[in-house]
C-alpha cells in the first residue's frame, strides 16, 4: 500500500485507475483524503467531515472523494450557503448533482467556504471568514468558489465542486491554478443547488486535470425531472485523448482582449504564449469579435441582483435558518434579514429590487435582458468562423486580501472575461497556462486560460483543453511541493 | 443617480431595516454601480427580442405520478420556531 502522501498526488483519474490496479483500496484512499482535509489552515472548509465512498465495488468513482461547495444542499448535513441566515440548515434532500456523484460510489469529502450565496470574486463575502490562496496566503483564492478551488490547489482535496453564474468556477480555478469548467445552461440539474440567479447558474468541476474534469461531468451531466430546464448532453462524455489541435481554429476576440480593458502585463504575456503553443500544435488563431460582449458586465449586474432580490426572498426566518424575534412579523422578516445577510447579499437585494420596481424595469431589466440576446448572437455568429473563443480567465492575477472589499465594482470587473459565456448560457473552461508576477511585486503566480465552446460542445472542448494542457506541461502547486519535500 | 429617499423605498419592498450607515453607504455605492450600468441604456437596442431563456427548450412533460413526500415533521424540523411536533410553521401575529 501507498503512503498516504503518494495517493494525495494523484488526479482523479489516476486515483481511480490505481484502485482498479489494486494498489490501494477505496478505504485507503478515503482515509488518506480525509486527513488531508483535517489539516486544512486555509480556512477552505465549512463543514469537515467524510461520508462514503470507502466501499469497494459500489460504482466506478469508488474510492475517490470529492469536496462540495457549501452551496450545494446535502441530506442531513450543515448546509449554509456561506451565510449567517442558513447556520445550523439541514438540507432534508441532496442536490441531484451530489447524489448522481455518491450513487456512482464517490464520497463526500468536506463542505467548502463560498462567498455569501455565491456573490462574490474573492471568499471575502463568505460569513465564515475568507479563504487563503495557496500559492500566497496573503491573497485570496477567488470567488465565488474559493474554499474548492483552494482545497484543490492546495491538496486538501483531489476534485471539488462548485457553481459558476458569472465566472465562479472558472475565476477561482485560474487564480489557484488549476482547472475549471462551466458546462452548459442546462448541461447539470440545479435541483439542490441554493439559488442565486436561476437563469445563469450552473454546477461544475474543479479538479487537478481536465480528464478529472470530464470523469466528474459525465456522472453529473442529463437530465432531471427535478429541474425542467436541465436537458442534459447528447452523447455520454469519454475522457479527452487529442494531443495535438491540426485545423482546429480559435478566436481572440478583441472586446475582451484588447489593449485598454484591464489585464495585466504579466497575464497578457502569459495568454500571448499560449496563442503561440496553440500554432504550434497545428491550431489557427484569428480575431474574432463579440461588439456587445463588454457590455455584459453591465448586464449581468441588472440581470443575476434581480434575480437574486426574487430568489432570496424565502428567507424570512419562517421555514430554515436564522430568525430574530419581534412583536410582529413585518418586523421579524426585516430583522431576520438585515442580521442574517452580509453587506454584498444586501447591496445585491437592493439593486436587484430597485431594477425590477415600477418605473426602472424598463430602462434596467428590459434593457439587460436585450443585450444578452445581442451577446449570444454575437457568440453565434464568431462560431461560424471559429471552433472556440478564448481569453485570459481574469484580468489579474490573484490579488491581496482585502484590496477590493471597499469597491464593490473594481470586484465585478474581475468577472470580465467570464461573464459573456455565463449570459450566452455556453460552456467555458479554465486551464493553468502558467505563471506571472503580480504587477505590485512578489512570487509569480498562476494565469487561467479561458476557452469557450458553442452550446453542448463539451466534448470537443475538453480535447482542445486537454491537448493544450499537455503541451503546456504546468506544474500544479501539489507537484512543486512534492518535489520540495 | 438614486437618493436616500428611493434606498429607503427600495429596503422596504426588499424587507430589509438599514442602519444610517448602511443607508450612506449602500446610496453612494448604488450611485456607482448604476453609473457603469447605465452605458446599457445608450444601445440602440430596438427590435430586439430580450432573452426569455439561453437554451432552446419546448415546455417539458413528465407522467404525472404521486411520489412520496418529505415527512411533515422533518420539514418543520429545520424551522426556527417549534419543533417536529408543531402543527405548521409558526410567526408572530401580523396584526400585533
Redesign the interface.
Not at chain 1, 89 to 93: L, R, V
Given at each position: 500500500m501507498p503512503a498516504s502522501e503518494e495517493i494525495c498526488r494523484l488526479s482523479a483519474t489516476e486515483l481511480i485507475a490505481g484502485i482498479e490496479a489494486g494498489s490501494f483500496s477505496p478505504a485507503e484512499s478515503i482515509e488518506a483524503w480525509a486527513g488531508a482535509m483535517e489539516s486544512d489552515d486555509l480556512n477552505a472548509f465549512l463543514w469537515k467531515g467524510v461520508e462514503g465512498g470507502a466501499e469497494q465495488g459500489s460504482g466506478h468513482l469508488s474510492g475517490l472523494p470529492v469536496a462540495i461547495k457549501d452551496i450545494f444542499c446535502t441530506s442531513g448535513i450543515p448546509t449554509t450557503a456561506g451565510s449567517r441566515i442558513l447556520e445550523g440548515?439541514?438540507?432534508?434532500?441532496s442536490a441531484t448533482a451530489v447524489e448522481r456523484l455518491t450513487e456512482a460510489g464517490a464520497g463526500l469529502l468536506g463542505k467548502t467556504n463560498m462567498d455569501e450565496f455565491a456573490m462574490g470574486s474573492s471568499n471575502e463575502n463568505s460569513a465564515y471568514g475568507g479563504v487563503s490562496n495557496p500559492w500566497d496566503r496573503t491573497r485570496v483564492p477567488g470567488g465565488s468558489s474559493g474554499g474548492s478551488a483552494a482545497a484543490v490547489a492546495g491538496g486538501l482535496a483531489p476534485c471539488a465542486l462548485g457553481t459558476d453564474t458569472g465566472g465562479s468556477i472558472r475565476q477561482p480555478a485560474a487564480l489557484c491554478g488549476i482547472v475549471g469548467l462551466k458546462p452548459?445552461?442546462?448541461a447539470i440539474s440545479r435541483f439542490g443547488m441554493i439559488a442565486f440567479a436561476s437563469?445563469l447558474d450552473q454546477c461544475g468541476p474543479l479538479t487537478r486535470t481536465v480528464a478529472d474534469a470530464a470523469l466528474l461531468l459525465e456522472v453529473m451531466q442529463g437530465q432531471d425531472?427535478r429541474d425542467?430546464?436541465s436537458?442534459g448532453l447528447e452523447a455520454p462524455i469519454e475522457l479527452p485523448s487529442s494531443t495535438d489541435l491540426d485545423g482546429v481554429r480559435f478566436g481572440v476576440p478583441a472586446e475582451l482582449v484588447g489593449g485598454d480593458v484591464g489585464i495585466e502585463v504579466g497575464v497578457r504575456e502569459v495568454f500571448e504564449q499560449t496563442l503561440s503553443r496553440i500554432e504550434e500544435l497545428g491550431g489557427e488563431v484569428a480575431e474574432v469579435t463579440l461588439p456587445?460582449a463588454a457590455?455584459g458586465?453591465?448586464?449581468y449586474?441588472?440581470l443575476a441582483p434581480a434575480e437574486a432580490?426574487s430568489n432570496l426572498?424565502r428567507y424570512?426566518?419562517?421555514?430554515?435558518?436564522?430568525?430574530v424575534?419581534?412583536?410582529?412579523?413585518?418586523s421579524?422578516?426585516?430583522?431576520t434579514?438585515?442580521e442574517g445577510?452580509g453587506?454584498e447579499v444586501?447591496?445585491r437585494?437592493?439593486?436587484g429590487?430597485?431594477a425590477l420596481?415600477s418605473g426602472y424595469y424598463d430602462?434596467?431589466y428590459?434593457?439587460?435582458?436585450?443585450?444578452?440576446?445581442?451577446i449570444?448572437e454575437d457568440f453565434t455568429a464568431a462560431f461560424q468562423g471559429v471552433d472556440f473563443v478564448v481569453t485570459p480567465t481574469s484580468p489579474t492575477v490573484a490579488f491581496p486580501l482585502g484590496a477590493r472589499t471597499q469597491d464593490?465594482?473594481s470586484m465585478?470587473l474581475s468577472d470580465f472575461c467570464t461573464v459573456p459565456m455565463s449570459?450566452?448560457?455556453i460552456p467555458a473552461i479554465s486551464i493553468p497556462a502558467g505563471l506571472a508576477a503580480p504587477p505590485e511585486g512578489g512570487p509569480e503566480l498562476p494565469v487561467g486560460f479561458q476557452i469557450a465552446a458553442p452550446?453542448f460542445g463539451e466534448q470537443d472542448l475538453l480535447e482542445a483543453a486537454h491537448a493544450l494542457e499537455m503541451s503546456i506541461g504546468f506544474q500544479r502547486l501539489d507537484q512543486r511541493e512534492g518535489e520540495g519535500a | 443617480m438614486i437618493d436616500r429617499e428611493q434606498v429607503r423605498h427600495v429596503a422596504r419592498l426588499a424587507r430589509l431595516s438599514l442602519s444610517e450607515d448602511e443607508e450612506a453607504r449602500i446610496t453612494e455605492q448604488l450611485s456607482g454601480i448604476l453609473e457603469h450600468v447605465e452605458k446599457i441604456s445608450a444601445l440602440d437596442l430596438n427590435g430586439v427580442e430580450p432573452t426569455t431563456h439561453v437554451i432552446e427548450l419546448t415546455n417539458r412533460f413528465r407522467p404525472d405520478v404521486p411520489v412520496e413526500a418529505p415527512p411533515r415533521e422533518v420539514l418543520l424540523e429545520a424551522a426556527p420556531e417549534g419543533d417536529g411536533d408543531s402543527a405548521g410553521f409558526e410567526v408572530p401575529s401580523p396584526q400585533a
Open positions: 440548515y439541514k438540507p432534508p434532500y452548459t445552461y442546462g437563469s425531472q425542467s430546464t436537458v456587445h457590455h458586465i453591465s448586464a449586474y441588472v432580490s426572498a424570512d426566518g419562517v421555514r430554515y435558518g436564522l430568525r424575534e419581534a412583536d410582529d412579523l413585518v421579524m422578516y426585516e430583522r434579514r438585515s445577510f453587506p444586501k447591496r437585494i437592493m439593486l429590487t430597485y420596481s430602462a434596467y428590459a434593457q439587460a435582458q436585450k443585450v444578452r440576446t445581442r449570444a464593490p465594482l465585478y449570459l450566452a448560457g452550446a | -
